[in-house]
């Protein structure tokens, strides 16, 4: 039986508002989202940083194994592996994504969300609307 190794892992403590304040970052996906920010790249707008801009470099390591996952299970299919063994890693690589979602809607809500409530008026009814989108689409999946 072949197995990939997961490592489960919770969610890391976010630091204080200084982590807010880190400088850099990208806005990673296609789509409306994808086109967004390059929108704001040309145009020079946005609101600086994004939430996750402290940690991309964890962020992006946990990404790289959940794609070792995926080419695990590739391999795992070419290998004729045991189904049931193909579905466990299958669930190990959704619950590394779930928890990899959750730590950037965290970030979201606590870095731009945040800061449209101090502004307050529709930037907050809009940061609290695109959140609630992003978590009704994650209770989907």
Do not use: N, W
């Not at 489960?8 to 400088?23: Q, S, Y």
């Amino acid at each position: 039986m072949t197995t990939i190794p997961t490592r489960t892992e919770d969610v890391p403590a976010h630091g204080d508002a200084a982590a807010a304040e880190a400088t850099g970052g990208e806005q990673p996906g296609g789509g409306e989202a994808g086109a967004r920010a390059a929108e704001q790249q040309e145009t020079g707008g946005g609101h600086g940083p994004h939430g996750y801009s402290s940690r991309k470099s964890e962020h992006l390591k946990r990404l790289r194994r959940i794609e070792g996952q995926v080419r695990g299970l590739q391999r795992m299919v070419d290998e004729d592996v045991y189904c049931i063994d193909i579905l466990t890693q299958v669930s190990a690589g959704t619950k590394a994504l779930q928890a990899f979602a959750l730590a950037l809607l965290e970030e979201h809500l606590r870095h731009c969300v945040a800061a449209a409530a101090e502004e307050g008026g529709a930037e907050l009814d809009a940061k609290v609307a695109e959140a609630t989108a992003a978590i009704a689409r994650l209770l989907r999946s």
